[in-house]
């Protein structure tokens, strides 16, 4: 595709139950971030992968949060028992690397009720 | 670590009004800084960035930022803006130097351009 993929494009789910939220970055691109979007923190960086290298994962809020990358390409982000404070957009974004230009996907809306 | 500061959280002017949207960045190292619009309903695009060169940076729909060393800043302007222009704008700096280029966002400033 031209653009950053995101599925689902809207999530509601019960508090306490899993969700996986997937990215599908512009092919060829080797670094992925991943970002969150909420009414009380603004966007926020979670998690960056850049080719095999080990993933930097200082933004993830807590334990419950976790992501991968399979074969550098697509990526899904799981969150385990939701709260409702994860309620949010997650936005994926990739690049070809270096400080070149982050091109963002439409983003997950993420309800926890 | 690095910071942004948007000062204004929402920004409203009459169409063909000049604007400006203030930024102001606090990092020990040296930064890329970035300007990205969410138009409603929609995601993040880049509007304009400074990497480095003339401090001077211009997108292709009229606007413009100035890097601004001595007071972190990256303010931007437009001598006219259109009822389009609405939408949010968000500036972000990342670190220059290191490996990972993740962004740290202001708050955003929701501009409405109102006829």
């Known amino acids: 595709g031209a653009g950053v993929s995101q599925s689902p494009s809207n999530k509601v789910t019960e508090k306490g139950k899993d969700v996986e939220l997937r990215c599908d970055p512009i092919?060829?691109?080797?670094?992925l971030y991943w970002y969150r979007q909420s009414l009380g923190q603004g966007l926020e960086f979670l998690i960056y992968?850049?080719?095999?290298?080990?993933?930097?994962k200082s933004g993830l809020p807590s334990d419950r949060f976790s992501a991968e990358r399979t074969g550098g390409s697509v990526s899904t982000l799981t969150i385990q028992r939701t709260q409702q404070e994860d309620s949010a957009v997650y936005l994926c974004?990739?690049?070809?690397?270096?400080?070149?230009?982050?091109?963002f996907g439409p983003g997950t809306r993420l309800t926890v009720l | 670590a690095q910071s942004v500061t948007q000062l204004d959280s929402q920004v409203p002017v009459f169409e063909e009004a000049p604007v400006e949207l203030r930024c102001n960045y606090s990092?020990?190292?040296?930064?890329?800084l970035f300007w990205y619009v969410q138009y409603p309903n929609q995601g993040l695009q880049l509007l304009l960035k400074?990497?480095?060169?003339?401090?001077l940076v211009e997108s292709i729909n009229g606007f413009e930022a100035e890097f601004n060393k001595s007071q972190t800043s990256f303010h931007l302007r437009k001598p006219s803006v259109h009822i389009s222009d609405t939408a949010e704008y968000f500036c972000?700096?990342?670190?220059?130097?290191?490996?990972?280029?993740?962004?740290?966002f202001g708050k955003g400033t929701l501009l409405t351009v109102n006829p």
């Open positions: 092919s060829g691109h080797t670094a």
């Open positions: 400074y990497l480095s060169g003339s401090t």
């Open positions: 972000a700096v990342s670190e220059s130097g290191g490996s990972n280029y993740k962004l740290t």
């Open positions: 992968f850049q080719g095999n290298s080990a993933p930097d």
């Open positions: 974004a990739s690049t070809k690397g270096g400080g070149s230009e982050q091109f």
């Open positions: 990092s020990s190292v040296s930064v890329y």
